[in-house]
C-alpha cells in the first residue's frame, strides 16, 4: 500500500511539474512509436511519445508531449511497437551452458541427467559467463526482468549487472549437498548473505529459492518462511510441476496435493512464486488466490517435458497473479519469450477445445504486467505508466514477417520472433540499440563461453549413454 501510495503521489508531482515548466527536461525520449502501454485500461498511443527522466516514465501520451519535454537522447521509434519489457517469471538461466545436451529421450532426466551433470561440471565461472550470455540473449529478445532460482546468485547478480538487466534471484535450498553448499541446506545461509548484499539493489531482488516441495522439509521452508517476512524478501519454489508430489512429500499422511500443504505448514503466502502449478484443482486456485501468491507458467518447457498443461486459463479467469517463463534453458531451449507466447495461448486452446480463449491481448498482458503481478513487482514495472520503472522495449514492424500489422497484440504473439527487437531500455539505461549491446562485448562473452563448452562436451555425451543404460539412475 505504502508504495502505491508513494507511486500515485509521484504521479500527481510529475503532472503537476510538468504542466508548470515547459520544456521541462527528460533524461530519454522516444517518439513516434505505436505505445502499448500495457495499463489497466491497454491504452494504446498511435504516434506516441514514452518521455523517461533517470529511471523514471515521467509522461506518456501522443506526441503533443513533445512540445512540453526535451532531453539529450531522442529514440525514433517510427513504425515500431514500443511496449514494456517482458518479464521471464521462471529460469535457471546458467543452464544455458547445458542447451541442447541431454535430448537423447532420458526418463528420469532431472534425476538421471541433470544433476550429475551440475555435480561434475558447476563453477562459479560458468555460472558468471554462462549469466552474461543469458542475459544478453534476453536483452536481445525484450526480456529486461527475469525471475530464477539457481547457485553462488551472487555471479549471477554481478553478470545481470553488468549486461544490465533487472531479476528476482532466489538463491537455491536443498536437501542434499550442491556446488555452493557443502551440507544439506546450506543455501539457506548463502541467501541470507547474499540478501544482505543485494537488498537495497536498484537492479537486483535476492530471493530465497527452496527447489521444491520435495526436495525441501516442512521444517526448512517454515524456516525460509519466518526468514523471507523477517527480510521482506520473496520465495520461488517448484510447485505441482510433476503428478506425484504429494506422494513424495515426507510425512504427507492425508496426501494433500503440494498447494494444500504448504498452506497447511504455514508458508503460503504472497511472497511466494510457485513455477509450474500443472497438476492443481480448483481448491488449489481458491486456496493460492486467497494467499496471494503468484504463479509462473510454463507452457513450451511444460509441453516439451510432457509434464502437463497447467489450468492457466482457469487462473487467469480467476485474476490469480500469473506471469510467463521459460524454465531453464535445458527445459525449453530458450530464454526468450516469443514461442513461449503462442504456446501460453494454444496449450490453452488445445486443452479447453476453445478457439476463442486466451487471445493475444491477453497474452501480451501476461508477458508484461501479469509477470510483474506474479513477481509481487506490479508497482514498480510491468507497464508504460508515470511513476513506474522505465523498462521498455521498441520492436520494428517493416520485416517481412511482421508484415502486416493490423492487430499489434497479434502480431507480437504469432508473427515476431527475437530479432524483431531492435532496442531495449532498463531503469532508464539503454542496454540494446539498434541490435548493439551497449555495456558488453559479446564476442569476448561467448570466447569465454566456448572454452566451458569443451570442457562440457565429452562428459555430457559420455553421461547420456550411462543415464539411458542405467536403471539405478532412473528411480
Ligand atoms: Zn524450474
Request: a negative charge; glycine letters at 6%; proline letters at 5%.
Amino acid at each position: 500500500m505504502k508504495a502505491k501510495l508513494a507511486l500515485l503521489s509521484t504521479a500527481i508531482l510529475l503532472s503537476g511539474c510538468s504542466s508548470l515548466t515547459p520544456n521541462y527536461n527528460a533524461s530519454l525520449i522516444i517518439k513516434n512509436g505505436q505505445i502499448l502501454t500495457m495499463n489497466g485500461d491497454k491504452t494504446i498511443f498511435n504516434d506516441g511519445v514514452v518521455v523517461m527522466n533517470d529511471d523514471v516514465i515521467v509522461a506518456i501520451g501522443d506526441k503533443q508531449l513533445l512540445t512540453r519535454y526535451s532531453a539529450p537522447k531522442v529514440i525514433d521509434a517510427v513504425d515500431g511497437i514500443v511496449m514494456p519489457g517482458m518479464i521471464n517469471t521462471h529460469n535457471h538461466l546458467p543452464m544455458i551452458a547445458f542447451r541442447g545436451l541431454g535430448e537423447e529421450g532420458i526418463e528420469n532426466r532431472l534425476f538421471a541427467y541433470f544433476f550429475p551433470l551440475e555435480g561434475e561440471k558447476l563453477s562459479r565461472e560458468l555460472i558468471y559467463q554462462a549469466t552474461r550470455l543469458g542475459t544478453i540473449d534476453m536483452a536481445q529478445s525484450g526480456v529486461t526482468t527475469y525471475a530464477d532460482m539457481y547457485y553462488h546468485m551472487d555471479d549471477m547478480a554481478r553478470a545481470t549487472k553488468e549486461v544490465g538487466l533487472r531479476a528476482v534471484l532466489g538463491e537455491t535450498v536443498i536437501k542434499f549437498p550442491v556446488v555452493d553448499a557443502k551440507t544439506p541446506y546450506g543455501g539457506i545461509d548463502y541467501a541470507k548473505q547474499f540478501i544482505e548484499e543485494y537488498k537495497n539493489d536498484p537492479l537486483i531482488t535476492p530471493a530465497f529459492g527452496p527447489h521444491a516441495v520435495y526436495t525441501v522439509s516442512e521444517e526448512k521452508l517454515q524456516e525460509i518462511h519466518q526468514l523471507s517476512k523477517q527480510l521482506d524478501v520473496p520465495v520461488l519454489i517448484h510447485v505441482s510441476e510433476f503428478g506425484n508430489e504429494a506422494e513424495r512429500i515426507a510425512d504427507n499422511d492425508e496426501q494433500l496435493s503440494p498447494v494444500a500443504w504448504l498452506k497447511k505448514i504455514g508458508v503460503l503466502d504472497e511472497r511466494m512464486v510457485l513455477a509450474h502449478a500443472i497438476h492443481i484443482d480448483q481448491n488449489d486456485i481458491d486456496t493460492i488466490k486467497q494467499s496471494g501468491a503468484g504463479i509462473a507458467y510454463n507452457p513450451m518447457a511444460n509441453a516439451k517435458g510432457a509434464t502437463g498443461i497447467a489450468p492457466a486459463w482457469d487462473m487467469y479467469r480467476q485474476d490469480i497473479p500469473m506471469g510467463l517463463g521459460t524454465d531453464g534453458p535445458m527445459s525449453s531451449n530458450q530464454v526468450d519469450l516469443w514461442r513461449t507466447l503462442s504456446y501460453a495461448a494454444n496449450m490453452q486452446r488445445l486443452k479447453h477445445n476453445d478457439r476463442t480463449i486466451m487471445i493475444p491481448e491477453q497474452v501480451i498482458e501476461l508477458a508484461t504486467i501479469g509477470g510483474a503481478r506474479a513477481l509481487h513487482m506490479d508497482n514498480t514495472v510491468g507497464s508504460l505508466e508515470i511513476g513506474k520503472k522505465a523498462d521498455v522495449i521498441i520492436i520494428e514492424t517493416q520485416s517481412p514477417n511482421m508484415t502486416p500489422n493490423y492487430n499489434p497484440y497479434a502480431t507480437l504473439v504469432y508473427q515476431a520472433n527475437p530479432s524483431n527487437v531492435v532496442t531495449t531500455i532498463v531503469n532508464g539505461n539503454i542496454v540494446m540499440e539498434n541490435r548493439q549491446m551497449k555495456n558488453v562485448d559479446v564476442k569476448q562473452v561467448k570466447e569465454a563461453m566456448s572454452v566451458i563448452e569443451d570442457d562440457i562436451a565429452e562428459f555430457a555425451k559420455e553421461l547420456a549413454k550411462k543415464a539411458i543404460t542405467s536403471p539405478s539412475l532412473m528411480k
